[in-house]
């Protein structure tokens, strides 16, 4: 299925067997709020909430890496969530944190998943229904992974590129300030600035006034001015790889080809004593 659905199409299709709708909104610790409280006091009818940091790896300090495929089947079979079921995901402030859980069922193999472009403020905007409180529990279901480790980047992989051991080229998603270092991480100690030769693309800039991604042409521009035409291969970045996938789900909406998320992202590579750290423009 296409992996970008309107409000129209969700409308017609709310309360159909076979599909789970999910919120996967994630809030900076600068934001102040809580995805799972706000969901709560509002959502699209029907939907369940979606925690990247619950389906997400409890081993590390990083916050909410991909979870082993084993806990991610567990995890999603008990919201009810089987091979079968078709997934559409959507977040409370447009359209930058549900492709995460977009690429996360990508990476374990479930191709019956989309993202609702624009999401809860582009529902709620057309006058569409909401509801409040808790859903019923799901009824507990298999979901059998199948990992695609190809939309997965790790550090190694990432220095790789920085020495110039791989081609691919590096796209990160946060502001400009903070990909530049003007302004400072959201993380308390953590150092600003990118990688050595990545590029920056905010991950707002992809979207319309709406919240809605770009027509793909703009989109197709937009990756274009920073070197992304199809002839190498992309790898994504942001501060916890929420956003990168915002640029992997824009990269497929432009029609070009799938890029690689680097999980840990540069909260990982900035943390990390022997990674170069570089700040100003592209």
């Known amino acids: 299925m296409q992996s970008l659905v309107t409000t129209e199409w969700l409308a017609g299709q709310l309360g159909k067997p076979g599909l789970v709708l999910l919120d996967a909104t994630y809030y900076l610790p ?87 472009d624009g999401g809860l403020p582009k529902w ?75 590029q920056n693309i905010p991950a707002t800039e992809l979207m319309g006034p709406d919240g809605a991604y770009l027509p793909p042409e703009a989109l197709k521009a937009k990756f274009a001015a920073v070197g992304a035409d199809g002839s190498r291969p992309v790898i994504t970045t942001c501060g916890t790889g929420v956003t990168a996938c915002v640029l992997a789900l824009g990269l497929e909406a432009a029609g070009l080809p799938a890029a690689t998320v680097y999980d840990g992202s540069w909260t990982e590579w900035a943390g990390r004593p022997e990674t170069q750290k570089v700040g100003g423009a592209a």
């Open 30 to 116: 600068t934001e102040k709020k809580e995805g799972d409280e706000e969901f709560l006091k509002a959502h699209i009818p029907g939907a369940r909430y979606f925690n990247i940091n619950v389906v997400a790896d409890q081993e590390t300090d990083l916050p909410h890496m991909a979870p082993t495929a084993g806990r991610f089947a567990r995890l999603v079979g008990a919201m009810g969530i089987s091979n079968d079921s078709t997934v559409i995901f959507y977040d409370q402030t447009g359209t930058t944190r549900a492709p995460r859980g977009w690429w996360l069922f990508k990476l374990f193999g479930h191709d019956k998943v989309a993202v609702l």
């Open 124 to 198: 709620v905007a057309e006058g569409r229904p909401t509801e409040a409180g808790a859903p019923a529990p799901a009824p507990i279901v298999t979901f059998v992974p199948d990992l695609r480790a190809e939309k997965l980047a790790g550090i190694g992989d990432v220095k790789k590129v920085v020495a110039g051991e791989r081609d691919a080229l590096l796209i990160d998603a946060r502001a400009r300030g903070r990909f530049e270092a003007t302004a400072p991480e959201p993380r308390p100690g953590l150092p600003a600035g990118h990688m050595p030769g990545a």
